[in-house]
């Protein structure tokens, strides 16, 4: 399992609500543990992996020894949302880049965990944006799109340069061709929607 990198278009993809949990979407997310942590990220979604399904990974601390803290949240709903805060952003979709990102300082989020359970939190701080991080990305959302254009222009030459890489992967066959993707994608969804 390996992360999707901007302008893959999977990124802009709107996942699909999960109906079956079992055993191949366990693996799938313990998958995801492990490319989250090779990466050294603290959240990962899944379109980022390349399936279109609502489902997200995140462990706050980056720590895969620290596995009370791993939660994985299935068709993630943000209740409310409180305050505002501004800090440091990076994704592991956008390699290299940091940015300011404007968030909610507080969040109450519901989802179904791997056990098919319903679990709510009330969080803020740094778990707080790692979920309206990750819940963007299920909406097909990229991080620079909470950016201000002036921050956008800051990190131009970087995203021009992901730009080129991802034309060379496409290029050298690394990426299918739309089509193709588009049929792995729908092949998924009849699998767990
Ligand atoms: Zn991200």
């Not at 990198?5 to 609500?17: A, D, G, M, S, V």
């Not at 050294?40 to 803290?69: H, I, R, W, Y």
């Amino acid at each position: 399992m390996k992360v999707l990198t901007y302008p893959h278009p999977i990124l802009k993809y709107r996942c699909k609500p999960i109906q079956k949990i079992n055993k191949e979407l366990r693996d799938i997310a313990a998958e995801m543990f492990e490319a989250m942590y090779s990466d050294e990220g603290v959240g990962l979604a899944a379109n980022q992996v390349g399936l279109p399904l609502q489902m997200f990974v995140m462990n706050s601390t980056g720590d895969s020894e620290k596995k009370e803290e791993e939660r994985v949240f299935i068709n993630p709903v943000i209740l409310k949302k409180k305050g505002k805060t501004t800090d440091d952003e990076g994704c592991l979709s956008f390699p290299g880049i940091r940015a300011d990102v404007l968030r909610s300082e507080y969040v109450d989020i519901e989802g179904i965990d791997l056990n098919g359970e319903v679990q709510r939190f009330q969080w803020s701080g740094f778990p707080a944006k790692i979920v309206q991080h990750e819940t963007d990305h299920l909406n097909g959302i990229g991080f620079i799109e909470r950016l201000t254009e002036t921050a956008i222009l800051n990190i131009k030459e970087e995203l021009e340069e992901l730009q080129v890489n991802f034309e060379g992967d496409c290029n050298l066959g690394f990426i299918p061709p739309v089509e193709e993707l588009f049929r792995q994608i729908k092949e998924i969804e009849d699998r767990f929607c």
